[in-house]
Every structure is written in structure tokens, then in C-alpha cells.
């Protein structure tokens, strides 16, 4: 979760509760809700580690909340992030992270995120043709797991194309 | 070198009903000799439109078509038959084969059509069906093959006068994974000897065979690159068992 907060940081400073909100409505029901114990534990780790700088800020009769600031070398992360291909089938909810977060911060556009993922699935396709062609047809179920590998690949694909379609 | 397609601020606009309805808009592409380009997109996003275009059969509205070095979007109907008898071969989604001639004729007549010899043609025949595993189905009528074995024949039949330029629209839409992988490995083979290939695609599996990958959206060309080769890896590389 470290990164998706970093995300939502980057578009505006906030206090954990905030966070939760947001993403909650950012994601709708396709996002389980998050546990505020747990953001508030993520946030204080990302403050150790220099990628957030938090503030207090005070209250009328209530204790101060604090109230969470992106760092340079936050937004360096998310960047990195953010331009890095995503990996293959397995984590392909990193991608829609990306998806939906990036552009809400000005760090990049929907189009060119989905592009680059497309080549970035097609190259690994490439790979699994070469896998495929390399593999001995007597060896099926090393078969069947290229092809499975395949058809997830190609679902990722079609799935892109739709996202293309509705968001960008 | 000169490449073997060139459009220039290509456009089509398809005015039949009420409304006009542009398919392309402004696509400016360049295909070198040998090189294998994947078109991508959404449905009407303009894809088939393009490699219609591209072999003469869809008209332009406006913009430019070259073919190995020659404007060829003013030219006349039967000039476009001519060439693309002599230059173009064409595999669609739906397989076109001439009904009452067989399967092996059915191969054999482009490059006959072209002017090869029958010695040649006849060998470039035998090769072709022995590649895609249709040997056994030479004497067959079209409609006794499966839709997967007719397709195969189709694309038999586009590279039979080794045309300067391949397009194919959708050439795995009917076929099963283990006739798919024949396609594949003919494609492969045929691009590696430098036969220059257009194709639209849904199918990753074929469009990863690619050297470069051109993206269509709304008439568009939206991304244009390569597609990135990587080091052989074993299966426990690729594939995540987890």
C-alpha cells in the first residue's frame, strides 16, 4: 500500500483518515476497504524512511492531527514507480494501480501508460512463442503452463484494450 | 532504401449513411523491407480500414499510398488488380478460396496469375502445404477442410507468389492453438527469409512475432515502436507457478 498512498500524497497533502476516503471512493467496491490501523502504521514507516514529512497541525478541542506531506524522495519512488514496466499476469492489479492513480497526480497519461504496458505484454509473449517453440511437444505439461501463461497474457491484452476504450 | 509502404496523412471518411464516419484520420506509416509490423486497436479504431487501403481494396479519401517506391492510391481499379497479383498478398478473416477448384489449385493459381513457372509454382505449392500441414489435403474440395485448415490455405495462398508485401487481417481468428501454432511457425520462417508483413491482430501469440507494433485508436496512430526482444529464458523464468 506504501505506493498507493505515495500516490495519493502526491496529489494532495493529507491526514490518514483523508487517505482512506480517498481511496475508498477512488476505487469503489473494487478496492477492499482499507484498515485504518494499517495506513497509519504504512504512513509512519514512509515517514522513517524520508518519503513522507508529516506536520502537526492543531485543533480546537480536539488533540492535533497530523496532516502528511510528499518529500522529493517520495516522489522520486513514485516515479520510479510509476515508469517502470509492471510484471506479468500474476500482479496485473499493480498495473491498474498505476492506471488510475498516475493520472491523477500530472505524472503521466493514461494512453501512454496503457501503451507501454501493451509492448511490455507483447514482449513477454515473445518470450513464452520462443519458450513454447523450444519445448518439446511430448513435454505437455510444460505445454499446457506456457499455453495457460498465454491465455492470461492475452486476457491482460484484451483487458488493456478496454481500459483504453473507457478511460483514456 | 525504399520502403515498401509509405502513406502520407492517410484518411478515410465513409460517408454512406447520414452522418459521415471518419475511419482514419491523418495515419502518416512507413514499412521498411523485411520488417513484420503488428496493427493493434479497439474494434473501429480504423485497423482493417488501413490494410484494406493498403491493398487497394478500400478507397482513400484523401492522402497518399506508396508501394515500393510508386504512388499507388490514384490508380484505377484494374491497375490495382495487377498489382496486386503481382505484389500484394491478402489473408482475411474469412479465407476467400475459390470454391470449385482445389485446395492445392487453389495455392498454386497466384503465382501462376503472377507468371512463375509451373515448375516453380507447383514446387513453391508442395513447400507451402507441407509447412502448414495440409499435404494430405491437396485434392480436397475448400469446403470438405475445417475452418482452421481453410485458413491455413488462404495464407498458403498469399505467399505463394512471394509478394513483395503480405497483409493480413485477422489471420488466427478461427484457428485452434495447435493450428495457430503452424501459422506461427510459417510466419516466423517466412519472415525471417525478409517477407515484409502488415497484419491486424487481436491474437498476442501472433502479433509478438512482430519486430514492431504500430497502435490504432479512433483512426489514429496513438503509438508507434518497437516491440523489445529478450534474452532466451527457461520456463521457471517466464511463467510464475505461484
Given at each position: ?23 475508498e ?112 511437444p ?18 491482460d ?12 | ?14 460517408s454512406?449513411?447520414a ?86 489449385d ?16 507447383r ?23 475445417s ?78 515502436g ?17
Open positions: 500500500m506504501r505506493l498507493h498512498l505515495l500516490a495519493l500524497l502526491a496529489k494532495e497533502p493529507a491526514h490518514g483518515y483523508e487517505l482512506k476516503q480517498a481511496l471512493q477512488t476505487f469503489g467496491s473494487a478496492y477492499p476497504s482499507p484498515n485504518i490501523g494499517q495506513i497509519y502504521v504504512t504512513l509512519g514507516r514512509l515517514e522513517k524512511d524520508g518519503l513522507v514529512r508529516a506536520v502537526d497541525v492543531e485543533q480546537s478541542n480536539r488533540p492535533n492531527k497530523k496532516v502528511y506531506y510528499l518529500t522529493a524522495k517520495g516522489r522520486d519512488l513514485l516515479t520510479t514507480w510509476v515508469d517502470e514496466p509492471t510484471e506479468g499476469p500474476r500482479v496485473r492489479d499493480e498495473f491498474f494501480m498505476k492506471l488510475v492513480l498516475a493520472p491523477l497526480t500530472g505524472i503521466a497519461d493514461r494512453m501512454a501508460l496503457i501503451n507501454r504496458q501493451r509492448r511490455h505484454y507483447l514482449s513477454l509473449m515473445s518470450d513464452l512463442n520462443d519458450l513454447l517453440e523450444r519445448t518439446p511430448a513435454d505437455r505439461v510444460a505445454i499446457l503452463l506456457i499455453e495457460g501463461a498465454m491465455l492470461h497474457l492475452q486476457a491484452l484484451d483487458w488493456l484494450e478496454r481500459c483504453q476504450e473507457d478511460l483514456a | 532504401m525504399t520502403p515498401v509502404v509509405k502513406t502520407v496523412n492517410l484518411v478515410k471518411i465513409y454512406d449513411g452522418v459521415p464516419v471518419p475511419a482514419v484520420r491523418g495515419v502518416d506509416l512507413q514499412v521498411e523491407p523485411g520488417e513484420f509490423v503488428a496493427v493493434m486497436g479497439p474494434s473501429g479504431s480504423g485497423k482493417s480500414t488501413l490494410v484494406h487501403m493498403l491493398g487497394g481494396l478500400d478507397t482513400r479519401t484523401s492522402g497518399e499510398i506508396w508501394l515500393d517506391g510508386k504512388r499507388v492510391d490514384t490508380l484505377s481499379e484494374s491497375a490495382w488488380a495487377l498489382l496486386r497479383r503481382e505484389k500484394i498478398g491478402f489473408v482475411f478473416q474469412f479465407f476467400n478460396l475459390v470454391a470449385n477448384m482445389t485446395v492445392g487453389n495455392v498454386e493459381l497466384p503465382a501462376l496469375l503472377a507468371g512463375v513457372s509451373p515448375k516453380v509454382a514446387e513453391r505449392r508442395e513447400s507451402l502445404l507441407a509447412a502448414l500441414n495440409l499435404t494430405e489435403r491437396a485434392d480436397a474440395a475448400p469446403a470438405q477442410l475452418g482452421g485448415e481453410q485458413q491455413r490455405v488462404a495464407l498458403a495462398r498469399a505467399l505463394a507468389n512471394k509478394p513483395s508485401l503480405l497483409l493480413a487481417d485477422e489471420p488466427t481468428g478461427n484457428l485452434d492453438s495447435r493450428n495457430t501454432r503452424d501459422v506461427l511457425r510459417l510466419l516466423g520462417e517466412v519472415h525471417k527469409e525478409g517477407q515484409t508483413i502488415v497484419m491486424v491482430t487481436h491474437d498476442a501469440r501472433v502479433a509478438a512475432l512482430a519486430d514492431r507494433l504500430v497502435s490504432l485508436f479512433d483512426g489514429e496512430i496513438v503509438d508507434d518497437r516491440i523489445a526482444r529478450r534474452r532466451s529464458r527457461t520456463a521457471g523464468e517466464v511463467i510464475d507457478l505461484r
